[in-house]
């Protein structure tokens, strides 16, 4: 039971580039996110799946896009990166409201 | 939707002191607060829950008190040490609806 999973730990981008951050999760659970965390900003709702199929826009979803593939699997993908993308990104999942963290993907946009 | 504000943003004891965080959030339908606590360079981890049915929860050191009337709550730890040092986050959220966090609160515990 690895619990919430994200890939990759690190990754360095030019401005422009395109990447996708993935995520899966084995506890059955319904609902996905993604977080990013920059200093001092807390953790700020990128995109939200409330189930298979569904998506909602968090605060902060410009320049994001998010696939829910299927009940496991919640990826986001960066079209065009820019430097304002740099940050922490972290994958969750909740299961009776109880929030589940992937280990996080540390992003730097030069 | 939701809003939560959490106050202080850093705070410092003294070993064995106690520490207060305190949060509010806005939509008064909100009825689950998780606090997270993150340590350096590791993901967020939840060390305890409260549901809008019940006023106090306890778990050894940590406590975790809701006012609904004034939308707030708080997290108290007793006895704090070195290992409590911490970012801790506050969040708030209805049933099946988005977990929205607090900005967290930078807890330095100075033996």
């Known amino acids: 039971n690895a619990g919430v999973t994200q890939t990759p730990k690190f990754q360095v981008l030019k401005t422009g580039q395109s990447m996708t951050l993935q995520c899966a999760q084995d506890m059955n659970h319904n609902s996905m996110y993604w977080y990013r965390q920059d200093p001092g900003m807390g953790l700020r709702l990128i995109y939200y799946s409330a189930s298979e199929g569904t998506t909602d826009k968090g605060e902060v979803p410009n320049g994001y896009n998010v696939s829910r593939l299927n009940k496991r699997e919640f990826s986001l993908r960066l079209e065009s990166a820019a430097p304002s993308q740099t940050s922490v990104y972290f994958c969750?999942?909740?299961?009776?409201?109880?929030?589940?963290f992937g280990q996080g993907t540390r992003l730097t946009v030069v | 939707g939701e809003n939560v504000e959490q106050h202080p943003s850093t705070l410092s004891v003294q070993e064995g002191d106690s520490a207060v965080i305190k949060c509010t959030y806005s939509?008064?339908?909100?009825?689950?607060f998780p606090w997270y606590k993150q340590e350096l360079g590791k993901r967020p981890q939840l060390i305890i829950d409260?549901?809008?049915?019940?006023g106090e929860k306890k778990d050894q050191r940590i406590a975790v008190t809701l006012n609904k009337t004034a939308k707030h709550f708080s997290l108290h730890i007793t006895e704090t040490q070195p290992e409590d040092s911490a970012v801790y986050f506050c969040a708030a959220s209805k049933t099946s609806d988005k977990l929205i966090f607090g900005t967290g609160t930078r807890l330095q515990v100075f033996p």
């Open positions: 939509d008064s339908a909100s009825n689950y």
């Open positions: 409260i549901r809008s049915n019940v």
């Open positions: 969750a999942s909740t299961g009776g409201s109880k929030a589940f």
